[in-house]
Structure formats: structure tokens, C-alpha cells
């Protein structure tokens, strides 16, 4: 390595906090949720649910790749926005539903069954 590039990294390593360069290691990874502007705003899926318990307000739903977030397909939990949602849903359904991100975790704010 020549003398002016290991210049430019150690002066770039003593000038960014550490802070800084930890803040975004999960942006980019397959999976990893966004935590940019997709914060707060709707998103659009398509799935089939595994499980509902609609005492707790949450469903398991394998949906189909997101590109609004960037996640691949896979199974996952959400909370329900509002219990009664599940009311005619049931394991092995077809759904469209909508998530939206509240706090720290996406909640499920629709859902629809799909023939």
C-alpha cells in the first residue's frame, strides 16, 4: 500500500466515529429490514398464512418476495393493528394484506383472502 493511501485510511478511520460506521451494518443485507424512507409507509403483499391466534393479534404468513423493502420471500410473524382482522382468517388461505412499520416491528394493518 502506498504511503499517501494508508495516510487517507488512518485519517479516515480517526475522523468518522464509530457510531457512524456501525449505524447502517444491516442496510443492504437480503432480509434485513429498511430503516430509511420506507419508515412508517404501507406496503403491499401477497401470501399464504401458516398460523393465526387472534388472542395474541398476531399471524404467520409465507409472502412472496417485497421489493419495496428489499426482503426475499420467507415466513414471518406480524402483529395485527387490529385483532379483528383475523376474524375470517385461516391457515392455508390465500391473502393480499398490507404492513406498515410501527415502532420497531410491522404490523399488519389489511388483510384480504384471495380465490
Do not use: C
Request: charged letters at 20%; a neutral charge.
Amino acid at each position: 500500500m502506498n504511503r499517501f493511501a494508508l495516510a487517507a485510511a488512518l485519517a479516515f478511520a480517526f475522523t468518522v466515529p464509530p457510531e457512524a460506521l456501525a449505524a447502517d451494518e444491516s442496510q443492504g443485507l437480503p432480509g434485513a429490514p429498511e430503516q430509511s424512507a420506507q419508515s412508517g409507509a404501507a406496503h403491499k403483499l401477497h401470501g399464504v398464512v401458516n398460523s393465526v391466534n387472534a388472542d395474541a393479534g398476531r399471524v404467520n404468513i409465507t409472502h412472496d418476495p417485497v421489493a419495496s423493502l428489499k426482503w426475499p420471500k420467507m415466513k414471518m410473524n406480524f402483529k395485527v393493528h387490529d385483532p379483528a382482522l383475523l376474524a375470517d382468517i385461516k391457515p392455508g388461505m390465500s391473502v393480499d394484506f398490507e404492513i406498515q412499520k410501527m415502532g420497531n416491528e410491522y404490523h399488519l394493518t389489511q388483510i384480504t383472502p384471495v380465490k
